[in-house]
């Protein structure tokens, strides 16, 4: 078994599209991948199974990605979490809320430039 098929990654987001091809991509390099489609649903997963990385949309309804990423950094301290967000360019490099999370993401992005991203924080 390869070291990415040891990798449990969870993705969120409320598009059930996004959700799907996310998973089929990530399936394909390798990785052991759940997905959620709220963010009180990759809660749920997140106590009950333990994740290298999340990948969680920031415009969702009920509970936003900044909202996720606090309540999984109480839960699941050593859990790396990124944003994925259309408008990354938005966020103020001094937003406080940075602090929550790992990163912020643009979307959409290349899936080559995701498999580069992956390696580089599940394995460095």
Known sequence: MSS????????????????????????????????????????ERVRGAAYGLVLCDIGMPEMNGWQVAREIRAVSPGTK???????????????????????????PFEIDWLERFLGEQLFM
């Open 4 to 43: 990415t098929q040891t990798a449990r990654l969870l993705v969120v987001d409320d598009s059930l599209d996004i959700l799907d091809s996310l998973e089929l991509v990530l399936d394909d390099m390798g990785y052991a991948v759940d997905t959620a489609c709220s963010g009180r649903e990759a809660l």
């Open 81 to 107: 979490v990124f944003l994925l967000t259309g408008v990354a360019d938005q966020i103020a490099e001094d937003d406080p809320r940075l602090g929550l999370v790992h990163g912020v993401l643009p979307k």
